[in-house]
């Protein structure tokens, strides 16, 4: 099987794309409600240090995707939902009335019944939580594994430091993990995962060997040469503000967790599936491990981060061993994902034009409401070698020259020395003129001056591959830390 990348709505790629019984084992790290946002950090760059996009918003309402979902489970669609599930939801409807918490289990319920089906017989289900909500996602797991003949196997502690702590409460410092078996027959990999005993353990042991008393003192076994089997409670410390592994991204989980994850409930060429993909861990790491995989994510700065992170981890062969699926590769599928009306995607026309025409080094303005007129920013070096910003505008309607004129007032007020205006329609005669009237640029570092604003069209970035050719200073996300190489003759993307 070739690796797959799905752009889009994790439920409708589970129930269109994935096959039952295909996966030999799903891990997901998804929002897990806790009702605050979370920001995408970049690098700092300079005094623009504080420049963040919103990567997504941890965040649900009672709305009609929560209406439509219930539905689907209280109706038991297409079959998919056993007795005990839709009693639990129809319990908790009633007990937590329809809000946002309901929401989540809900939209939880939806996925987590998908992923029951595409897990082989023999399969495994790593869901990764913290304390928001996580008394109520047991409820839901045990509802939908262990009605069906599956077993719940472990509550996983995770448990880091961090910093700083709460006047009036105790330092908040674990997640939790919840395993489950879809059989009772199931991959468990014990002496991959096993731990190296502590010194005193060891030293403990050589006393009592050297004493002649052996096993009758030291207990029923001797230690395996391989290690300790690790406990339900993990010291896995997280990712450091200066880690080579640190990619910017908000929820990044170290490599090490799914590491252990992967090695204990997968064999080499076991497909595993992350379907909350975010910046790409369980994908990176399931690619070192010789697994094969399929990564789901909703916003494309996801696609484009794992993309990239896979690139500078294994090479740009690793990119000809992966179908990407959802990404725009025609202007009618351009048009499509323009005149989607989720409010969840709002944005991510805007996000893929962007990040595909800079090659995933634009900032995104992410916010919903008032963005000033700024879709993206990229930074360049200026002549007086300090950082100088490109602004972004997307547009997907109807254009005029009146939009280059507000271009223009947004670069004034936003001190840019650049503007480049995306627009999926075919740009007027008036707004070509408008654009050539701001000037042009020159720097030392550039070989030839360029418009201050700048038109590019959806079809020239499609069909005659345009990018940006401005040497970029300033990267938005670091790279990826490099991992052994890929080499492929034969490309199979599909985008």
Same mark, same amino acid.
């Given at each position: ?5 799905y752009?889009g ?5 589970l129930?269109?794309?994935?096959? #039952? ?8 790290d998804?929002?897990f409600?806790?009702?605050r ?5 970049y690098?700092n ?8 996009a919103q990567?997504f918003?941890d965040t649900?309402?009672?709305?009609d995707?929560?209406i439509?979902?219930?539905n ?11 007795q005990?599930?839709?009693?639990? @939801? ?8 329809k ?8 939209s939880?319920?939806l ?5 029951h089906?595409?897990?082989k017989p023999?399969g ?5 939580? #913290?304390?928001?909500a996580?008394?109520?996602?047991k ?8 009605s069906?003949?599956? =077993? ?5 502690v995770w448990?880091?430091?961090g ?12 997640d ?8 009772k027959e199931?991959?468990?990999?014990l002496?991959?995962v ?8 060891k ?6 060997i050297?004493?002649?008393?052996g096993?009758?003192?030291f207990?029923?076994q001797?230690?395996?040469?391989? +290690?300790?089997?690790p406990?339900?409670?993990w010291?896995?410390?997280p990712?450091?503000p ?6 910017g991204?908000p ?8 590491e252990?994850?992967?090695k204990?409930?997968s064999?080499?060429?076991?497909i ?7 910046c +790409? ?5 399931s690619?070192?491990?010789?697994r ?5 994510d909703i916003?494309?700065?996801?696609i484009s ?5 896979? =690139? ?10 992966i179908?990407?699926?959802? @990404?725009?590769?025609d ?19 805007e996000k ?7 090659n995933?080094k634009a900032v ?8 000033k007129?700024? #879709?993206g ?7 007086k070698?300090?950082p100088?910003?490109i602004?972004f505008?997307?547009?997907s309607?109807?254009?005029k020259?009146?939009d @280059?004129?507000?271009?223009l007032?947004?670069m ?5 020395s650049?503007a480049?205006?995306i627009t999926?329609?075919?740009p ?7 654009a050539k ?5 020159q720097s030392k570092y550039m ?9 590019v069209? @959806?079809k020239?970035?499609?069909?005659d ?6 040497r970029?200073?300033?990267e938005v ?9 890929v080499r492929?003759?034969?490309i199979?993307?599909?985008i």
């Amino acid at each position: 099987m070739v690796n797959q990348l799905y752009y889009g709505d994790n439920l409708e790629v589970l129930r269109r794309y994935i096959k #039952d019984e295909s996966v030999d084992l799903c891990y997901i790290d998804p929002p897990f409600n806790s009702k605050r946002n979370y920001n995408q950090i970049y690098n700092n760059i300079g005094a623009e240090d504080k420049a963040q996009a919103q990567a997504f918003i941890d965040t649900w309402e009672w709305d009609d995707h929560a209406i439509k979902g219930l539905n689907e489970i209280t109706s038991n669609y297409h079959g998919l939902f056993t007795q005990q599930c839709i009693a639990l @939801i129809t319990g908790l409807s009633n007990v937590l009335g329809k809000g946002s918490l309901l929401a989540y289990l809900v939209s939880m319920t939806l996925r987590i019944t998908e992923i029951h089906r595409v897990l082989k017989p023999t399969g495994s289900f790593y869901l990764h939580c #913290d304390p928001s909500a996580s008394h109520y996602l047991k409820l839901v797991l045990d509802a939908i594994f262990c009605s069906q003949g599956g =077993e719940f196997r472990n509550e996983i502690v995770w448990c880091y430091r961090g910093a700083g702590y709460p006047k009036k409460d105790f330092g908040r410092r674990h997640d939790l993990i919840f395993r489950y078996s879809k059989s009772k027959e199931f991959t468990f990999n014990l002496d991959s995962v096993r731990e190296e005993y502590a010194e005193t353990t060891k030293e403990r042991f050589r006393h009592h060997i050297g004493n002649k008393r052996g096993q009758k003192d030291f207990g029923q076994q001797s230690l395996n040469p391989l +290690g300790k089997q690790p406990d339900d409670w993990w010291e896995i410390q997280p990712i450091a503000p200066s880690a080579k592994e640190r990619l910017g991204y908000p929820t990044q989980k170290p490599e090490a967790l799914l590491e252990r994850i992967i090695k204990a409930s997968s064999k080499e060429n076991d497909i595993v599936l992350d379907a909350y993909c975010g910046c +790409g861990t369980t994908v990176a790491v399931s690619q070192r491990l010789n697994r094969q995989w399929i990564g789901i994510d909703i916003t494309y700065q996801s696609i484009s981060l794992v993309l990239k992170r896979l =690139e500078d981890s294994f090479g740009e062969g690793v990119l000809e061993t992966i179908k990407t699926h959802g @990404i725009p590769k025609d202007i009618e599928s351009a048009i499509a994902l323009a005149n989607k009306t989720d409010d969840r995607t709002r944005k991510e026309f805007e996000k893929w034009a962007i990040l595909t025409y800079t090659n995933n080094k634009a900032v995104i303005n992410a916010k919903k409401g008032a963005d000033k007129g700024i #879709d993206g920013i990229v930074y360049f070096q200026g002549d007086k070698n300090d950082p100088e910003k490109i602004i972004f505008q997307v547009k997907s309607g109807k254009v005029k020259s009146g939009d @280059i004129r507000d271009l223009l007032g947004t670069m004034t007020l936003e001190t840019a020395s650049l503007a480049i205006f995306i627009t999926l329609e075919e740009p007027t005669k008036d707004m070509l003129k408008t654009a050539k009237s701001a000037g042009f640029y020159q720097s030392k570092y550039m070989s030839h001056s360029c418009d201050k604003i700048q038109i590019v069209t @959806i079809k020239e970035i499609i069909e005659d591959q345009q990018r940006l050719n401005i040497r970029l200073s300033y990267e938005v996300l670091k790279s990826a830390e490099k991992q052994k190489e890929v080499r492929v003759n034969q490309i199979e993307l599909d985008i």
